[in-house]
């Protein structure tokens, strides 16, 4: 493709379908994100090239590697794409005021969460938004006690667990896993590593411990989905974990041959009882488009 000798037109929306591709390491995957087709993303990224004259990325089976010219792009189409949603947010102040809160667990803390916090204080800053991170279990208490009016959280996806008035933006699978070095199949007793007391997970792989007669012990408790990650990569013993944060120093554990556990949700709920319904409804507009952009498995 030879460089065009009129000046170079790059449309905001183009780049951003470009960063999603990158983003997501894939056409389809960014399509799933953005809410396109895959030929819609195709559509964007060869318009893109044609108007500049280059060739930004090569397709290698499932996924996209950048070229030299594509690199460059990228580090502008950040600063496009982010400059641009930060004026729409600035010119499209609301008027609204007041606190609202919101819980989530500290998987969804540190990813979306400050995204969103921002965008929500720029668009609404009269608008007080207090958050608090906790396991989900504890979130879900604090919503229906009315101590947050908006919860991020996780539930297991069995019998009625999921409520008609939520909103599921991602579901991942769960896995019993021990450290690549580890060899905890035959162990007379398993050590278990949990994220605590409220863990979610754990009463699925005990209670089909127990039904087995397997003994074990609970070597460690945290809070902390990075402290999980590494004692599980050091061996020290068993976890359940979700599939996202699953590592390469991770292998299945098959002590109890074929183990079935439940999904896990990611779910957007909101109280019955919020204070200001137009308060909630704007903080939960901002969550669904964020959490729709980045990340939703349905």
């Given at each position: 493709?030879?460089v065009?000798?009129?000046?170079?037109?790059?449309d905001v929306e183009?780049?951003?379908v470009?960063?999603?591709?990158?983003?997501?390491d894939?056409?389809?995957?960014?399509?799933?994100?953005?809410?396109?087709?895959q030929?819609?993303?195709?559509?964007k990224?060869r318009?893109?090239?044609?108007?500049i004259?280059?060739?930004?990325m090569?397709r290698?089976?499932q996924?996209?590697?950048?070229?030299?010219?594509?690199?460059?792009?990228?580090?502008?189409?950040?600063e496009?794409?982010?400059?641009?949603?930060k004026?729409?947010?600035?010119f499209q102040?609301?008027?609204?005021?007041?606190?609202?809160?919101?819980?989530?667990?500290?998987?969804?803390?540190?990813?979306?969460?400050?995204?969103?916090a921002g965008?929500?204080?720029?668009?609404?800053p009269?608008?007080?938004?207090?958050?608090r991170?906790?396991?989900?279990?504890?979130?879900?208490?604090?919503l229906?006690?009315?101590?947050?009016?908006?919860a991020?959280?996780?539930?297991?996806?069995?019998?009625?667990?999921?409520?008609?008035?939520?909103?599921?933006?991602?579901?991942?699978?769960?896995?019993?896993?021990?450290?690549?070095?580890?060899?905890?199949?035959?162990?007379?007793?398993?050590?278990l590593?949990?994220?605590g007391?409220?863990?979610?997970?754990?009463?699925?792989?005990?209670?089909?411990?127990?039904?087995?007669?397997?003994?074990?012990?609970?070597?460690?408790?945290?809070?902390?989905?990075?402290g999980?990650?590494?004692?599980?990569?050091?061996?020290?013993g068993?976890?359940?974990l979700?599939?996202?944060?699953?590592?390469?120093?991770?292998?299945?554990?098959?002590?109890?041959?074929?183990?079935?556990?439940?999904?896990?949700?990611?779910?957007?709920?909101?109280?019955?009882a919020a204070?200001?319904?137009e308060?909630?409804?704007a903080?939960?507009?901002?969550?669904?488009?964020?959490?729709s952009?980045?990340g939703?498995?349905p």
């Amino acid at each position: 493709m030879g460089v065009a000798d009129t000046p170079v037109k790059l449309d905001v929306e183009s780049l951003r379908v470009f960063r999603e591709v990158v983003a997501s390491d894939g056409f389809t995957a960014a399509g799933d994100r953005l809410g396109m087709t895959q030929s819609a993303v195709s559509h964007k990224i060869r318009r893109l090239e044609e108007r500049i004259g280059m060739e930004l990325m090569r397709r290698e089976g499932q996924t996209v590697t950048l070229t030299a010219d594509g690199r460059d792009l990228l580090a502008h189409a950040d600063e496009i794409v982010d400059a641009h949603d930060k004026a729409v947010d600035y010119f499209q102040r609301s008027e609204l005021a007041g606190t609202v809160r919101l819980g989530c667990n500290e998987e969804v803390a540190a990813t979306q969460l400050a995204d969103v916090a921002g965008r929500f204080r720029r668009t609404h800053p009269d608008v007080s938004l207090e958050i608090r991170v906790q396991d989900s279990a504890y979130v879900a208490e604090w919503l229906d006690r009315g101590e947050v009016d908006v919860a991020l959280i996780q539930v297991l996806d069995v019998d009625d667990a999921i409520r008609t008035t939520d909103e599921v933006w991602r579901r991942d699978e769960l896995r019993v896993v021990q450290g690549e070095a580890a060899d905890f199949d035959d162990a007379d007793t398993l050590p278990l590593i949990s994220f605590g007391p409220r863990c979610l997970y754990e009463p699925w792989l005990t209670a089909q411990l127990d039904a087995a007669g397997r003994a074990y012990r609970h070597a460690m408790e945290c809070p902390s989905i990075q402290g999980v990650q590494a004692a599980v990569d050091a061996g020290l013993g068993l976890a359940v974990l979700n599939t996202p944060n699953l590592t390469a120093s991770m292998r299945p554990w098959t002590g109890l041959g074929s183990l079935e556990l439940p999904a896990v949700a990611f779910v957007l709920r909101t109280s019955t009882a919020a204070g200001s319904i137009e308060l909630v409804d704007a903080l939960r507009h901002h969550l669904s488009a964020a959490l729709s952009n980045h990340g939703a498995r349905p």
